[in-house]
């Protein structure tokens, strides 16, 4: 059994990320769901990749500068195609109403470039209210980040994910302190090796992105948990 994650939502569908994307994710039945969130001036949870508007919006700049209530106005899918014309960002409060309490939410905290402070809490704060402490996974490239999380709740399921080559991540994992679920690696460098070994360690192993049928297959065969994938075709298989 794997367990796959629409990557952004379906991406190749409707603008990454938005109320859309998770829509087409949800009605594929995929059986995890992947998102990034960030920070508003005004401390909302807000589901955006970058941490400035540019590549959605030209006209505007950094996530962070903007109050919830502003972001709202922005559009971001006209970029993607004139059929979602004024779609804005989702909330993260949002998407929790949209998202089938079975299926597995990876919300990864994007504190890169921008680190924000209090994110971990007011993500913590933003699941309770919604009664959606299960079914959740929680990732970052921010391994501090990471450790709040657990601090704050250490029963929420955390995902190390590993940008670069490192040497023996399932060991630095290990060394962490952390109780780590599962390995979040660059699937550049994941093969059959990587993954024994974090298997050795107790770790799943999800790496991103995987987009091509072939080099999926090599995956699951090599023995690895699932896979991030903006391809319907991929993230939809069990
Ligand atoms: O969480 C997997 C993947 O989303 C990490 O990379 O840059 O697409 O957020 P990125
Ligand atoms: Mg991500």
Not at 14 to 39: C, F, M, R, Y
Not at 94 to 115: A, D, G, S
Not at 148 to 158: F, G, N, R, S, T
Request: one cysteine or more; glycine letters at 4%.
């Amino acid at each position: 059994m794997v367990l796959n994650f629409a990557h952004r939502g379906s991406l190749t569908e409707a603008p990454e990320n938005t109320l859309s994307s998770i829509k087409k994710a949800v009605a594929h039945k995929a059986k995890g769901i992947e998102l990034d969130v960030q920070l508003t001036k005004d401390n909302h949870l807000v589901v955006i990749h970058d941490h400035r508007f540019k590549r959605f919006n030209k006209n505007y700049g950094l996530v962070q500068a903007y109050t919830l209530a502003e972001i709202k106005q922005i559009d971001v899918g006209s970029s993607f195609s004139k059929e979602f014309a004024g779609e804005p960002l989702a909330t993260l409060a949002e998407i929790l109403e949209i998202v089938p309490r079975n299926t597995i939410l990876n919300i990864e905290i994007k504190n890169i470039p921008v680190i924000y402070p209090g994110i971990e809490e007011t993500l913590i704060h933003c699941l309770a209210e919604h009664d959606r402490m299960d079914h959740i996974l929680i990732s970052s490239f921010d391994h501090v980040a990471l450790k709040k999380v657990q601090e704050l709740d250490p029963d929420i399921p955390i995902g190390m994910l590993f940008y670069y080559r490192l040497l023996e991540p399932w060991k630095y994992a290990k060394n962490s302190g952390l109780r780590v679920a599962s390995i979040h690696p660059n699937v550049v460098y994941t093969d059959k090796a990587f993954i024994a070994a974090c298997h050795r360690y107790g770790y799943k192993v999800f790496p991103f992105t995987v987009n091509r049928m072939s080099q999926y297959r090599k995956l699951v065969e090599w023995g690895v948990d699932g896979v991030f994938s903006n391809n319907p075709e991929i993230f939809t298989q069990s």
